[in-house]
Every structure is written in structure tokens, then in C-alpha cells.
């Protein structure tokens, strides 16, 4: 039998990815936001690390959301694509403003990657979204389900890569807006 021939095949493989991906990425990326955390709380000069590393995560959710613009998705992912190019540009100016105006963007963008601001007319959380496509092959009019159950599986990994990079972005934002601000002094 081949993989994605029925639905029956295609929901468990999904139920496993779920059962499996989540809590050992999850672990993986608890590890590494607890390092940072240490890290940045241990040497709180490293402002200019943070200004490359948040622009290489900028670099690489624009990326991400590329495969999220071919499904019931892309508005959500049109917007975030906007807010991460923003983000590229405000690392590369690395001015206090641009800095916090890309702050202030990505812990709203992590609501609503999460699913918190459903209230605001977004879809809700970008992981679920990707779960409940439905019909692939309807909405892509392909004969093959297992090319649909691949590139779904795909998505389901990249909408969780997805939330851990809009919440490291968060923080790394946060973290660098308040080391600029505490260099340059407080506009007041």
C-alpha cells in the first residue's frame, strides 16, 4: 500500500506527526530559547550578535512563509512576509524606532501565529489551519494523494518551525530594542 493512498492512512500518519513533532521540537526549542535566555542575561552586551541573529531569523521565516502563500493560508502569510522583510530592514538600519515598531509587530504576530486574536477577524493558530486543509487534492486538483499528504506533512512541520521563529523574534526584537535604547539613552 502506498503511503497517503486512503484517508485512514493519511489521519494517522498526521495523528503521529503531531503526537511526535511537537513535543520533541518543542523540547529542542525550549533547550534553545533557555540557553539564549542564560546567555543574554549573562552578557547583556551582545547587542551586535543579536543584530545578525535576528536578521538571519528574519531571513529564514521569509523563507518559511514562501510555502504558506499556496494554500488557505496566504493571507496570514502574506502579512507576516510583510512584517519580516520589515524586520530585515530594521535590523539592518539597527535604529531604536525601526527596532521597536519590529517588536511591537512580532509579539502581535505571535498572537496571531498562536491563535489568540481570532476576535481581530485572523484565522487562528497557523498550526491547526495547516491541519484542517481538507481535501488536498481537491484544492489542488492533483490525482496523487500522496503528493498531497507529503506537502501537508511538510507544512504541519513548517507552520510549528513557524511559531518558534516568530517567538525567538520576539524576544531577540525586545532584547536588542532595550540594548540600543540603554546605549543611545532613553529619548526622554
Request: hydrophobic share 55%; proline share 2%.
Amino acid at each position: 500500500m502506498q503511503l497517503g493512498t486512503d484517508d485512514h492512512d493519511t489521519k494517522s500518519t498526521s495523528q503521529d506527526i503531531h503526537r511526535y513533532m511537537v513535543p520533541i521540537m518543542g523540547l529542542a526549542f525550549t533547550l534553545v530559547f533557555l540557553i539564549l535566555a542564560i546567555v543574554l542575561a549573562l552578557r547583556p552586551g551582545l547587542h551586535a550578535i543579536l543584530r545578525w541573529l535576528g536578521l538571519a531569523l528574519c531571513v529564514i521565516e521569509t523563507f518559511v512563509l514562501v510555502f504558506f502563500w499556496f494554500n488557505l493560508v496566504w493571507d496570514t502569510a502574506f502579512w507576516l512576509t510583510v512584517c519580516t522583510i520589515f524586520g530585515i530592514y530594521a535590523f539592518l538600519t539597527f535604529e531604536r524606532d525601526h527596532l521597536k515598531l519590529f517588536t511591537i509587530s512580532a509579539v502581535f504576530n505571535l498572537l496571531v501565529v498562536l491563535g489568540y486574536l481570532r476576535f481581530l477577524g485572523w484565522a487562528g493558530n497557523v498550526l491547526d489551519l495547516v491541519l484542517n486543509l481538507g481535501e488536498c487534492k481537491d484544492y489542488y486538483d492533483v490525482t496523487d494523494a500522496a503528493i498531497c499528504h507529503g506537502y501537508l506533512n511538510f507544512l504541519q512541520f513548517l507552520a510549528f518551525l513557524l511559531m518558534i521563529l516568530q517567538a525567538l523574534l520576539a524576544l531577540i526584537g525586545y532584547v536588542t530594542y532595550k540594548s540600543v535604547e540603554a546605549e543611545n539613552g532613553s529619548p526622554n
